[in-house]
């Protein structure tokens, strides 16, 4: 039983979907309305997890096939370890995203709801069945997916969206291809076995970097422009400029050294990067 809990939890991609809604927690606690009603807000914040969980395990069920084929996914998800029958999968895909709509319409009002249901969509379908398959620059576009948690949490607790959350979206949706691209440079043979156009194999490996590198460089003062809201004070904006510095001088050390191991620290430190940026901006609101 406790192993059938774990396989679907790990069908969530369960790292992935708490940042995801760390993320949505970031916006529902800037925009404040909700800390006097905790019990709603942390319940938004499991919805938004939901949501998260619900995309990846459509993902992981429509790509089950090309998971058994590739190093990196046969040994880890549930559908290629046949931890999970495929149509339990998909029972489950669709139930979790019912839940996960449904709570965020009952406690966050008709366009959270729309706004969750629309991330599922996207990256369940447009992303994993017609992107991904089909340009390079699959994860650019498909970024939009993983980058609204903000805009679902501050549409849960206002009703309405605000330059904040579009500012944090970007953010996000800017860090996505940095992140990704590192990726594929580590694993580009397992992505050319099953045939997926990821940048490295279509442009080269040196046309990767430079995006990286490009993007990290627009990403970085997105990230420090936040602290231009009165509501968004000095912590953050001192702790976003060391971690960006961090982050643009990883990615210039893998455009000049050219290295696989260079690319799985950056590939590790985005994930940091982006986690500590979102901790900052809760804790500043606390302390500003």
Same mark, same amino acid.
């Given at each position: 039983?406790?192993?059938?809990?774990?396989?679907? $939890?790990?069908?969530?991609?369960?790292?992935? %979907?708490?940042?995801?809604?760390?993320? @949505?927690?970031? /916006?529902?606690?800037?925009?404040?309305?909700?800390?006097?009603?905790?019990?709603?807000?942390?319940?938004? *914040?499991? /919805?938004?997890?939901?949501?998260?969980?619900?995309?990846? %395990?459509?993902?992981?069920?429509?790509?089950?096939?090309?998971?058994?084929?590739?190093?990196?996914?046969?040994?880890?998800?549930?559908?290629? +370890?046949?931890?999970?029958?495929? #149509?339990?999968?998909?029972?489950?895909?669709?139930?979790?995203?019912?839940?996960? %709509?449904?709570?965020?319409?009952?406690?966050?009002? =008709?366009?959270?709801?729309?706004? @969750?249901?629309?991330?599922? !969509?996207?990256?369940?379908?447009?992303?994993?069945? =017609?992107?991904?398959? #089909?340009?390079?620059?699959?994860?650019?576009?498909?970024?939009?997916?993983?980058?609204?948690?903000?805009?679902?949490? =501050?549409?849960?607790?206002? @009703?309405?969206?605000?330059?904040?959350?579009?500012?944090?979206?970007?953010?996000?949706? +800017?860090?996505?291809?940095?992140?990704? =691209?590192? &990726?594929?440079?580590?694993?580009?043979?397992?992505?050319?076995?099953? @045939? $997926?156009?990821?940048?490295?194999? *279509?442009?080269?490996?040196?046309?990767?970097?430079?995006?990286? +590198? !490009?993007? %990290? $460089?627009?990403?970085?003062?997105?990230?420090?422009?936040?602290?231009?809201?009165?509501?968004?004070? #000095?912590?953050?904006?001192?702790?976003?400029?060391?971690?960006?510095?961090?982050?643009?001088?990883?990615?210039?050390? !893998?455009?000049?050294?050219?290295?696989?191991?260079? /690319?799985?620290?950056?590939?590790?430190?985005?994930?940091?990067? &982006?986690?500590?940026? +979102?901790?900052?901006?809760? &804790?500043?609101?606390?302390?500003?």
């Amino acid at each position: 039983m406790r192993h059938n809990v774990f396989a679907y $939890l790990n069908l969530t991609k369960p790292r992935i %979907s708490l940042l995801f809604a760390l993320s @949505g927690l970031t /916006a529902l606690v800037i925009e404040g309305s909700l800390l006097t009603e905790q019990s709603r807000l942390w319940i938004l *914040v499991l /919805a938004i997890f939901i949501i998260g969980g619900s995309a990846n %395990s459509f993902n992981q069920y429509f790509e089950r096939d090309i998971d058994k084929l590739m190093a990196r996914t046969a040994r880890k998800r549930p559908l290629p +370890l046949a931890q999970i029958r495929p #149509r339990n999968a998909l029972l489950f895909s669709i139930l979790s995203g019912v839940l996960g %709509s449904f709570l965020l319409w009952k406690f966050g009002g =008709w366009l959270a709801a729309f706004l @969750g249901l629309g991330t599922i !969509l996207f990256y369940s379908f447009y992303y994993t069945l =017609w992107l991904k398959p #089909r340009t390079p620059y699959n994860i650019v576009i498909g970024g939009i997916a993983g980058a609204t948690g903000p805009l679902i949490g =501050w549409a849960a607790a206002t @009703g309405t969206l605000h330059w904040i959350p579009f500012l944090i979206f970007l953010i996000i949706f +800017l860090w996505t291809p940095p992140h990704f =691209w590192a &990726l594929a440079l580590c694993c580009k043979e397992d992505y050319a076995k099953v @045939g $997926l156009p990821m940048l490295p194999l *279509v442009a080269g490996d040196e046309a990767t970097r430079k995006q990286i +590198l !490009l993007y %990290s $460089l627009v990403l970085v003062p997105v990230a420090v422009s936040l602290m231009l809201f009165e509501s968004i004070g #000095r912590f953050y904006g001192i702790t976003s400029i060391i971690l960006g510095a961090i982050f643009i001088g990883m990615t210039i050390n !893998l455009f000049v050294t050219k290295t696989t191991p260079v /690319a799985w620290k950056l590939f590790g430190y985005s994930i940091v990067y &982006l986690l500590l940026l +979102l901790l900052a901006l809760i &804790l500043d609101h606390f302390l500003t």
